[in-house]
């Protein structure tokens, strides 16, 4: 497995495996699975509402906690110090662990800085290894990272060979910033990569697949990439791409597939902000 370090120094792996609508009820199961085809990484959150399914999974692996990395992240409904220090506790219970490795802002709405403060208070008494956040776009990111006195180490922004990212990169660079990807396979709209003629004709020549393709084109960009998938031979699949690289052509033609630099959400429309508020504020 491929890593890199935080600007902190911790060590990350380029690989995980992500667990959004998996059900609490097939959690335990699809990260057994995963962490028996070898991710190390598991990437869950307070509303995915299965972080309990990571904790048992992980914790009847035998695998030690020391070679494991579990990232989860502050729902917006725990926003503010003291709700989101109480939540921090709560995920380290159902987690089952003395320590998160990474801890993400799910959304930049409500009162992120409170959220912060416990999430830098965390990062200092120990419970967690690293801090940053989830889709802060640009300007957002900008605001934030200016004003919070420990920058966060890691953005999880929706990011995949439709929708690359680019220009949120010096902004991540001027703060030590790493990208995370999310919907690294397209998530909802996954059969415009894992079926791309032009991937699978790159990943030919390798012997692998579109989506393959795909996932190694975003860790050869030194973005860490959390694709989920409740089929074994699929975490399989996607979990076999350290043992390709790219060429630099093969970059490039890829990075030329560009279609929504900052992704398919806009999280500045005043409706989208409305209905995440009432939904889960
Ligand atoms: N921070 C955020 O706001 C945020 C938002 C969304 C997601 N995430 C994180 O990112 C992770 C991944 O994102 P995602 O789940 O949205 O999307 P994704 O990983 O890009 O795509 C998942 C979809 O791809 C399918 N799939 C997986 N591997 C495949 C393969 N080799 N061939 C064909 N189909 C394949 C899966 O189906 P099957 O399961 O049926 O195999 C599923 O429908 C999440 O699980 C979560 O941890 C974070």
């Not at 959390?226 to 043992?243: G, L, V």
Request: proline share 2%.
């Amino acid at each position: 497995m491929e890593t890199f370090r935080l600007s902190n120094g911790v060590e990350i792996p380029l690989l995980g495996y992500g667990v959004f609508q998996v059900s609490p009820e097939e959690c335990e199961r699809c990260v057994t699975d995963a962490l028996s085809v070898g991710y190390r990484l598991i990437d869950t959150a307070q509303a995915y509402f299965n972080e309990e399914g990571v904790g048992n999974a992980w914790r009847k692996s035998g695998q030690k906690r020391e070679d494991l990395f579990l990232v989860t992240k502050v729902w917006i409904s725990n926003a503010g110090e003291e709700k989101a220090a109480k939540s921090i506790d709560e995920s380290l219970r159902k987690l089952q662990t003395e320590y998160i490795d990474l801890l993400l802002i799910h959304q930049a709405y409500g009162d992120v800085f409170g959220t912060w403060r416990a999430m830098e208070k965390a990062y200092r008494d120990g419970k967690v290894r690293a801090i940053g956040v989830s889709n802060f776009q640009a300007g957002r990111f900008f605001d934030f990272a200016h004003y919070v006195e420990v920058k966060p180490m890691v953005n999880q922004l929706q990011c995949n060979t439709l929708i690359q990212q680019t220009g949120i990169e010096p902004i991540h660079a001027a703060f030590g910033t790493k990208m995370m990807a999310w919907g690294p396979l397209g998530g909802q709209g996954v059969d415009s990569i894992v079926k791309s003629e032009q991937l699978a004709g790159i990943g030919a020549k390798y012997g692998k697949s579109a989506a393959q393709v795909a996932l190694r084109w975003l860790t050869q960009r030194g973005i860490v990439a959390i694709p989920k998938s409740t089929h074994k031979e699929r975490m399989a699949q996607n979990f076999d791409i350290f043992n390709f690289s790219l060429t630099d052509e093969e970059m490039a033609q890829i990075a030329t597939m560009n279609q929504h630099d900052t992704g398919t959400i806009n999280f500045s429309d005043p409706q989208f902000v409305k209905y995440l508020i009432e939904t889960y504020g």
